[in-house]
């Protein structure tokens, strides 16, 4: 059996920055122009007004201050409120694609090495671009990376449950090198519309070399051990899919074809289930939590990460502990841990140990333990 490591992580993020005044801005201008148009059914009480969103409840109730996102232009303008996005010809690369190299080429750059060695290309994230043929192997050839290439789809935990994937072929020497890239365009599933959730999401790439640790040239993070789990549930679902046109008024502009989710719930269910799931983790390892030098958590919400830092820990983590990234990022679905991993982890120290963890839709938890070695 091999030692899979982690030696080199990439972050592509977009130009255009949308900050909370802004979206604020143009959904209040939303609302209105809405409350305006269906003022009849308003009044007859047919239809709900649109209320006014605020700045002060977004980072109340979630930490984020401002998204990076593909584009903004769509998105602002209160009669469109979603990006607009060029069509693609199919000898182009597709915007996925084009993301995930970037962040994958950062990560080869920090470990040294060339994509030729790369033998296994997974992408996984919440959304494809399209059903076929895969991203990934779009990818390995832009790459010139060598092997094979799949898509995965565990919603905000894909990157841990693919890094448990990409590890695990390592580990038993089916692949050598492996490249986990989590290319976001949440923006492209988020109801800008809708007041309850639309400042939630950014749009970003991330992208994890993995591979023997014996071949590192630098430092790296072993890979100690990965624990995924899931669980249904519909409090976060989005029905968009290739069904959609066979199905009665499947295509008509309807609220459950983007992300929906009953957020009070899933504070409530996910975060017992996440505590539990690193705590279960750590035991199984013999790792007590004091020996944690670090956490990488999902970045949705900071009550939530603060929730879980708390409970894991038995204190409130120092902020260097628990980076977040949120703030500045906004929840970026799978790719939130390993942004957070791949800017505040170069300063542990040989023998430190750091858990990255995510969670969301299915549900679903993955936990990848690290050791640092250099
Ligand atoms: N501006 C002003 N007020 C708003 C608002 C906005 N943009 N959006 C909602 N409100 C109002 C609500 O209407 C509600 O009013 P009411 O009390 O009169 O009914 C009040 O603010 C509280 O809304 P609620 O949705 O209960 O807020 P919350 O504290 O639960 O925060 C989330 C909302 C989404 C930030 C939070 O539930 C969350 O982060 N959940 C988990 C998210 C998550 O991890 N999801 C995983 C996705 S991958």
Known sequence: MHRPAITGTGVFTPENVITNAE????????????????AAAIAAGEVPAKEHSS??????????????????????????????LRQRRDDEPSLMAEMGVDAAHKALLQAGKDAGGVDLVICAASNMERAYPAIAVEIQSLLGAGGFAFDMNVACSSATFGIQTAADMIRSGSVRRALVINPEICSAHLEWRDRDCHFIFGDVATATLIERADDATAGYFEVKSTRCATEFSNNIRNNNGYLRRSRPAGMADRRDMQFMQNGRKVFKEVLPMVSEHISAHLTSENVVAA??????????????????????????????EQPNILQDYANTSSAGSIIAFSKYSDDLQAGDLG????????YSVGSVLLKRHI
């Open 23 to 38: 979206l604020v801005v143009a959904f209040n201008a939303h609302a209105d122009l809405y409350n305006a148009e269906n």
């Open 291 to 320: 020996d944690l030098k670090r956490l990488w958590l999902h970045q949705a919400n900071k009550t939530m990460n603060d929730f879980i830092g708390r409970k894991v820990l038995g204190r409130t983590p120092q902020p260097a």
């Open 55 to 84: 700045e002060d409840f977004i980072v109340k109730a979630s930490g984020i201050k401002q998204r990076y996102v593909i584009d903004k232009e769509g998105i602002l303008d209160p009669s469109i409120m979603h990006p607009l």
């Open 355 to 362: 858990l990255i963890c995510s969670f969301g839709a299915g």
